[in-house]
Every structure is written in structure tokens, then in C-alpha cells.
């Protein structure tokens, strides 16, 4: 742990400083900078995070005092003003089906899907039983697949209707680094992407998975642009 | 409050969940505007504070999977950062990183030993009966209070620079105790 370019003089500051930071000591100039070194030192990003974990037992001190009522109103009349109700309608109320792909990412980097024009088709034992699930108005569809000689079904989701003209976007967040794109999710409904032979070493567990929704072909900044519509940690399952 | 509903609700919000978000403000909203009420001390400021912090935490739902803490923690720290920096840019303190009080060195902490983690260390309330209560009490106050090193010195009646050398060396006593 000893690095030869720090003293131990300046190691034991560092601590100071993180646990100043994060007991509320610091002026907001130095707030400000505390936070700025923690996006560019992992390490000290880190001393910043145990300290905040270590001392989070101090929040037992704070009772319960309800604010008013008024108070929630204004909190969604500030994040859903009335004009924006239709934008993502449709995107959000298919969240009821996301609710329940816990095993998105996995599907996402596991999944073999074949989507079929016809939704169904009869069943052969190395044919996989396919279905496209979409709701009214719905940017977006999931394909589930049904491999009966395995058991397994998948479920990819696509962006439907050459009207949208809409793709989902696979991104990697690790730790506080910005998100990565993995790649646009093909089309035709094939939940495979191949990751970059660079990008392989870095999807371990614990990094984040996230697919949103973005104009055709992908992000055109590199950065998402478009709601997030799920997310999870990945890890051994 | 289970810890776990409380991160299905986060994750639920970060798709834009509105149902989800509307039932983490009715389970966390006591506690969170507590700590604004205790930081802020003025019910108006903590009301538009709460707002704020309740605006922040929808918009950076998709976050907290990444950041990997206790949800529950994930909101207090949001709800403390924000309450800190409106009590700091409200009544501005002196800058303490360059000033004195880095007469930290007979704290007895070894730093090769701190820098070794051992998992998850003690519990913080065992490390804090290891301090003097009054400088265990001056650690508890900043962070619940949001206190600043002068409104410390006033209420424990000792010179600004030694508070901030009895918080600081508290504080390396607390790293080596929960390391140990």
C-alpha cells in the first residue's frame, strides 16, 4: 500500500481531509475541490467512501420530522410539468415489463434470440419458440425465445417500428468512471454484441450494465442521450 | 425501511418509475428532511432544501447502482451534501485545509498498519468510545449538526486552531481504530 512518492505525513492528511469532507468541516471552495480530486484519484475517492460508510451510524441522530404536505407536490410539479406528460409515455409504461427482466444484462451478453417475422411458428426440437411482446404505442418490444431441448428462454428487448427509428444502447459503468458504450443492440432483434477484444478485461462482476434508448444507430455524442431504461450490477450468478 | 426495498424503489426510479418514486418520498422523506431541519435550522429552508435533494435523487437514480452503497446511505449522503453546501454558501467559513492545526503527529496512528484493510474493521461506536467524550462529541455534532471548526471551538470554549487539531487527530484515531 506504501507508495514511494507519499510520504506517510501526506497519507495521514489525505485521511484528514476525506474525513473533513465527509463530517461537513470544509468550507465549499474546499468542498468543491475535495470533489473534484475525488473524480481523478480512485484512491482517494475511496478513503472518501469509507469514511462516509464509517460514520453513516451517526445517521441513527436524525429523527423523523415529516415535512408538510405541500412540500411533495411542488417536487412533481418541478420534475413533471404538465407539457412533458406524453413525451416518453410510451417508453415508461412498458416499464411494468422491465420490472421483471432482474437478469437483463446477463440475457443481454448470454442471449441467443431469433426473431421470426411470423410470432410463431411450429415447434421442432431445435426450433425455438418465439414471441414478440409489444403494447400499444410502445417504442419498445421484447422477443422472447423458448429453446425447449434446453429450457431456456430468453428475452431480448428491440426498439420497434421503422416509424421510431429508435436503437438501445448497451453501456458499462464501472466504479465513478463516465459510462462506456458496449455497443448499439442490432436491430433485427438479436440480443448478441460482441465486445471489443480492449473492452473484454474490464466487464467483471460488480460493473454496472444499462441500456437506453437512442436515436437510430446509437448515441451520436458517445455519451447516452436518452432515458435510461434499465440497469443493473452484474454479478456471478 | 428495508434496505432492500429501498434499492428496488432507487432502481424502479431510475426508469422513470413515477408510482416508485412517489413511495420512496413517502418511506424516506421524515428522515431526509431531518437532516435537513437539524443542518439548515429553519423549516422553510429545509422544506426548499428537500425539494432539491428530492429533484437530485430522481435524476441520478441510474447512479446509485454504481455507487455500491446502502441505499438508505446513498439518500443521507445526497440529503447531507446538499444541506452542507447551502449551510456553507449561506454563511462561509474559514478555509482550513491550508491554515493550522496539522499538529496531527503524536495521534498514534501507524499509518502502515492503517493502510493494511482488514475487511470491514469495528463498528465506528466502539472506535468512538476509545476518544475523549468531548472530542467524540465535537466529531458527532459536525456531522450531525453540519457544525463548522469555529462554531465547535465557541461551544467547546477552546481556540479555533485547537479544535481543528483535536478533530483531526480524532479523526486519524477513528481510521486506526476501525483498521486495526
Known sequence: MT????????????????????????????RRNVEARMMRDTAFAAMVGRWAENLSSFNEDYDLVSPRAAVYPRIEARLFPASQKSGFAGVWSSVTLWRSLTALSVILLAGTVVLQTQPFRPQ?????????????????????????DSGRLSVTPVAAGPSDQKSLE?????????????????QNGDGEIEIPEAMRS???????????????????????????????????? | ????????????????????????????????????????????????ALQEIFVKIWHRADRFAASGINPLG?????????????????????????EDGWDIADSGADPEQAAVLKGEGKRIDTCMEELESDRAGAVRSAYVEGLSYQE???????????????LRRSLLKLRECLDR
Open chain 1, 3 to 30: 507508495t514511494p512518492d507519499q510520504s506517510e505525513g501526506d497519507r495521514a492528511r489525505d485521511q484528514v481531509i476525506a474525513g473533513e469532507y465527509v463530517l461537513g468541516v470544509l468550507s465549499l471552495e474546499e
Open chain 1, 124 to 148: 421442432s426440437p431445435d426450433q425455438p419458440l418465439v414471441a414478440q411482446m409489444s403494447g400499444e404505442g410502445n417504442a419498445i418490444s421484447l422477443v422472447a425465445s423458448y429453446q425447449a
Open chain 1, 170 to 186: 448497451l453501456w458499462m459503468i464501472s466504479g465513478n468512471d463516465p459510462a462506456v458504450s458496449l455497443g448499439v443492440l442490432p
Open chain 1, 202 to 237: 474490464r466487464i467483471a462482476a460488480g460493473v454496472t450494465l444499462a441500456v437506453s434508448l437512442e436515436p437510430y444507430g446509437g448515441s451520436p455524442t458517445g455519451k447516452a442521450t436518452g432515458p435510461v431504461i434499465a440497469a443493473g450490477q452484474t454479478r456471478i450468478p
Open chain 2, 1 to 48: 425501511m428495508a434496505g432492500e426495498d429501498l434499492a428496488g424503489m432507487i432502481s424502479r426510479v431510475s426508469l422513470g418509475d413515477r408510482a416508485a418514486f412517489s413511495a420512496l418520498y413517502s418511506a424516506t422523506s421524515p428522515k431526509l428532511f431531518s437532516v435537513c431541519l437539524r443542518i439548515l435550522k429553519d423549516r422553510t429552508d429545509a422544506e426548499d
Open chain 2, 74 to 98: 446513498w439518500l443521507m449522503a445526497i440529503a447531507r451534501n446538499h444541506s452542507i453546501d447551502l449551510l456553507r454558501a449561506r454563511k462561509p467559513v474559514a478555509s482550513n485545509i491550508d
Open chain 2, 152 to 166: 465547535l471551538a465557541d461551544r467547546h470554549a477552546v481556540p479555533l486552531n485547537t479544535m481543528r487539531t483535536w
